[in-house]
């Protein structure tokens, strides 16, 4: 075997490598400089995101068990965007004194974690995929529980090992079925084999099941509100953005690659989640007034619209999920961003301490309206051509009624999203939030987050490329 | 450069040169300028559309340009405009120019507030000269949006839950447009062929019947939303009611007729067939939003809620035209679009002004203004005597010929609702001249409105503006229809060669 074939897995190797040298410098450097590993993971992580993004070969290894093809390489561009900023939002945490000691933890574990879904995006069979999902799972729970001092955070830990590991325990039951009816764990080989009986449904139900908890799709959704309440808010934002838009990523290959044969028999289960998680999502969303529980539900009831794209099938939907993640990253992140910031300078947690935000840091307010508006779907930000998209995927199948569902709840959404927009700009507040000045690393990630959802909607090329490489993909 | 792109292009550029201004008075001062400079822009372009039909170019939109966006979608830039379009983008300049001298000594949050007035503006800009149904809706959800904002800050009574119900209402009737924006363009190459959202390419093709018959109500309650459509109008008086005036302005005068232009446009031009079909319905409950509309005013004591009821009755009044599918009706219902926008904002602009002045809306409590704000009181009464249809303003031309056009329908339906629609302009006159006669006339109520200051400069060039466009159409209004008509006919021969069912 060639050694030069390794390159297909260069973004995998790249973050592991990254992994190493951040261990290795934790090594070298004294108690007092521990702050400096902050600076040098980012420039790291900076270089691994760019070296991502240079064009390279595509192809297959280990007899097809691991697949690269434009289409992968480009969902981890986007995963590694997204870890990027989220880097950039949590130095002014990491800085903390309370965090002093375990800086190097939350860049490995998120950087092993990321290598998981890396290697599920590019899974082509199920041992490859189901290691990969465990390299994903288990350094979330230790993430979760970063705060140690704090019972919530501990609590947010055992919450997402227990529920993942359950959720897991389900999958790999559901595949072990699939595996006995089709004798196969190679996804090529399930493609062609798979039929709509009694087994391959039940096994894909457990599947489903699985698949729900990672995306946090309604009824699986009883963990995320609390786990995102109680994690601390970086690692909520890469829950929220980076974890369900690689868990989307992957249901999405999965049921458009493997079982695309037995469409009749998942179509109606999606149609029924998509109008549970939308629906649930936005009812409860309504009446939080914890941001981070607020935020938690509203990406609930994105995954639900994410669900349409797959009710999309075909070229289309493929192209309206990728991008509505590659979107959903900017937004999203946007407002977490402001979330962390506000939190980091005074500690608020809560909508109603958002009072007369505009007053006091009018900018933040206005970033926190804008990412808030992308994510309801206004024009001309981002937003609306994701959701627009995602949309026209789905009436493409036929599913007008679905897309009114989804669009009146986009109406829902946009409700509690001007609670907020009302808190920030409208009501008063005998004490605002005091004048602060973000961290510089805040600042550029948030000016990431705005120029992203400003011009990905317009330039009309990202769309396109990915139509281009999902056609290739598809085929 | 194209001229239209130039029509969006100028408060882009406007909303920029506000953020950089220092205060108020910087922010007005722009904006002043940069909207007096989009009424030049739009003058010019209805003289070259005049002279370019003139010369004899007979396409259906003129100035048109198009560019590819999503080109996988089929998704353009495509702009042009037909006489409607103009005429629309006439009355929009019009109602922002005279609305920024309306709210002139604006003072909290000055410059957020002229930036979100003229995002909204632009939104409208884009929206009468789009061709693409994509771009269209783009612009439609654009120009809903900073309501909330104009509304909930600078707002007056309870702003908050009113600007809530507003964008919730219009935001669920943009929902329904949605869909039945996706199902024309899944619809739009029955032989085969690329799917496309423009406008004019789908109008050549026939719509298969049985979608028209499922995507028809979603696109005409959609836009009918907007156009206070019973029962959907309960958003416009509690909005209109709460915005400060420069947005009551826009909205009741400028954003109202989105929905009904949306209605011919989209709904019943693409979708003739289902039109026809289900066209009683709605002249139902157009004649509902009439009527009840009217006797609504009657009962009211805030003048911005008599005006905002007085929105209802004329919108629907619109709508109903549009309904009666004849070149005459149809003709009627523009020129009752840009003459409603025209009083309303007029309407809206002096209720502002007084309640400046005497910081009250309620009719009961004020009364014998005529001596004291003489100038203020009788543009008040012209614009009462337009409302209700006076010969020489442009009421009386607009509402002369919807019933006319309605008139022509030889079936008993149709000459019932006329009749009781035409009992509206009755009702019309009870409300404006009760109060004319309370507001205005008689004895002075209260004596702390004994010394009110006369309308300002500022004051009078709003409401001057506005008088004189709408004389300018009650004189002389034989150009605007003969533009309009001309425009009209490949709507209504689509119309009239489906076959009624």
New interface residues.
């Given amino acids: 075997m060639d050694l030069g074939q390794f390159i297909l897995m260069r973004h995998e190797l790249l973050l592991t490598i990254a992994a190493l040298a951040i261990l290795v410098a934790e090594i070298f450097t004294s108690e007092k400089n521990k702050s400096k590993i902050i600076n040098f993971t980012l420039v790291l992580f900076a270089l691994v995101t760019f070296i991502g993004f240079i064009p390279g070969e595509t192809g297959n290894l280990f007899g097809g068990s691991f697949q690269s093809s434009q289409l992968t390489i480009l969902m981890k561009n986007v995963l590694n965007l997204a870890v990027l900023i989220v880097f950039l939002q949590a130095e002014g945490w990491l800085r903390k004194p309370e965090n002093a000691d375990k800086i190097s933890e939350y860049f490995i574990l998120t950087l092993s974690t990321l290598i998981g879904m890396n290697f599920m995006i590019s899974a082509g069979d199920f041992l490859i995929f189901y290691i990969g999902l465990e390299t994903a799972t288990i350094p979330i729970a230790g993430l979760a529980a970063f705060d140690k001092y704090k019972s919530q955070s501990a609590e947010a830990g055992i919450k997402l090992i227990l529920s993942s590991a359950l959720s897991s325990g389900i999958l790999l039951f559901g595949l072990s079925m699939i595996y006995g009816a089709t004798g196969s764990i190679y996804f090529a080989d399930i493609a062609t084999k798979v039929q709509p009986n009694a087994l391959i449904a039940l096994g894909f139900v457990f599947f489903v099941s699985g698949m729900g908890f990672k995306i946090s799709l309604v009824p699986f959704h009883f963990w995320t509100a609390d786990v995102y309440e109680g994690a601390p808010i970086n690692v909520t934002s890469y829950l929220s953005v980076v974890s369900k838009g690689a868990a989307a990523f992957i249901f999405t290959i999965v049921l458009f690659t493997v079982f695309k044969n037995i469409v009749e028999l998942w179509r109606p289960m999606i149609y029924a989640l998509a109008i549970c998680t939308m629906t649930i999502g936005n009812l409860f969303a309504m009446r939080q007034n914890n941001i981070k529980r607020f935020l938690a539900f509203s990406s609930i009831a994105q995954a639900g619209f994410i669900l349409l794209g797959i009710l999309g099938a075909g070229e289309l939907g493929m192209t309206a999920i990728v991008y509505f993640v590659l979107v959903y990253v900017f937004t999203n992140l946007g407002a977490f961003g402001v979330v962390a910031a506000i939190h980091n300078a005074s500690g608020v947690e809560t909508i109603s301490g958002y009072k007369g935000l505009y007053q006091t840091n009018p900018k933040l307010g206005l970033l926190m309206t804008i990412s808030l508006?992308s994510l309801a779907g206004?024009?001309?930000i981002a937003g609306?051509f994701g959701k627009?998209?995602l949309?026209?995927a789905a009436?493409?199948s036929g599913y007008?009624i679905l897309?009114?569902i989804a669009?009146?709840n986009?109406?829902i959404s946009?409700?509690y999203y001007?609670l907020v927009?009302?808190a920030i700009?409208?009501e008063k507040n005998e004490q605002p939030i005091p004048e602060f000045r973000s961290s510089n690393a805040m600042r550029i990630a948030l000016v990431m987050c705005i120029a992203g959802v400003f011009i990905i909607g317009f330039a009309?090329g990202i769309?396109?490329y990915i139509?281009s490489i999902s056609k290739i993909f598809l085929n | 450069m194209n001229i239209l792109t130039l029509l969006v292009l100028i408060p882009v550029l406007t909303m920029i040169g506000v953020l950089f201004t220092k205060d108020y008075k910087g922010a007005r001062l722009v904006s002043a300028i940069g909207m007096g400079v989009e009424l030049i822009a739009t003058v010019y372009l209805v003289l070259a559309y005049l002279a370019a039909r003139k010369t004899g170019m007979m396409h259906e939109m003129l100035f048109t340009s198009d560019f590819i966006w999503y080109p996988s979608l089929n998704i353009h830039f495509a702009f042009g405009v037909d006489g409607i379009a103009v005429a629309m983008i006439g009355l929009t300049s019009i109602v922002i120019f005279a609305g920024i001298f309306a709210s002139w000594e604006l003072q909290f949050l000055t410059k957020e507030f002229f930036v979100s007035l003229i995002l909204l503006v632009t939104a409208v800009y884009g929206f009468f000269i789009s061709l693409d149904l994509f771009t269209m809706f783009l612009f439609y959800e654009l120009a809903l949006i900073p309501m909330y904002l104009l509304i909930g800050l600078w707002g007056t009574g309870p702003k908050e839950k009113s600007a809530m119900k507003l964008t919730l209402m219009l935001m669920a009737g943009s929902a329904l447009i949605m869909v039945g924006i996706l199902g024309l363009y899944y619809n739009s190459a029955p032989g085969g062929g690329p799917l496309t959202f423009n406008i004019i390419e789908i109008s050549k093709i026939n719509i298969p019947v049985a979608a028209q018959r499922f995507f028809f109500p979603f696109a005409f309650i959609g836009f009918g939303i907007l156009g206070a459509l019973f029962p959907f109008h309960t958003w416009s008086p509690d909005g209109h009611a709460s915005a400060p005036t420069a947005v009551s302005m826009l909205h009741a005068g400028v954003l109202m007729k989105l929905g009904g232009y949306g209605c011919f446009r989209v709904a019943m031009f693409l979708m003739p067939q289902a039109a026809k079909e289900m066209a009683w319905i709605f002249i139902i409950l157009t004649t509902i939003s009439v009527v009840y509309g009217a006797f609504s005013a009657i009962w009211q004591n805030d003048l911005k809620f008599i005006n905002a009821y007085s929105s209802v009755s004329h919108c629907g009044l619109v709508i109903f035209a549009l309904l009666m599918m004849n070149q005459t009706a149809m003709d009627g219902a523009i020129l009752q679009m840009i003459s409603h926008g025209l009083m309303t904002a007029l309407f809206f602009a002096l209720i502002g002004m007084i309640y400046g002045r005497t910081h009250t809306r309620d009719i009961r409590e004020m009364g014998g203004l005529m001596k004291v704000i003489p100038f203020l009181a009788v543009v008040y009464m012209i614009a009462g005597f337009a409302s209700l249809g006076l010969p020489g303003l442009s009421g009386f031309v607009a509402e002369m010929t919807v019933f006319v056009g309605s008139f022509q329908h030889q079936d008993i339906f149709h000459r019932v609702v006329t009749v009781i629609v035409a009992s509206s302009i009755v009702i019309t006159a009870v409300y404006i001249l009760k109060v004319v006669g309370m507001l205005l006339l008689g004895p002075l109520k209260d004596q702390h409105h004994a010394h009110l200051e006369d309308a300002k400069w500022y004051e009078k060039l709003s409401t001057v503006t506005l008088v004189l466009a709408v004389a300018a159409i009650g004189i002389a209004p034989l150009w605007l229809s003969d533009t309009i008509v001309a425009s009209l006919k490949p709507i209504v021969t689509r119309l009239a060669t489906v076959i009624p069912f």
């Fill in positions: 508006f206004i024009p001309p609306f627009f998209f949309f026209t009436a493409g007008y897309v009114l669009v009146l986009a109406t946009l409700y001007l927009i009302k700009f409208i009309s769309f396109e139509r």
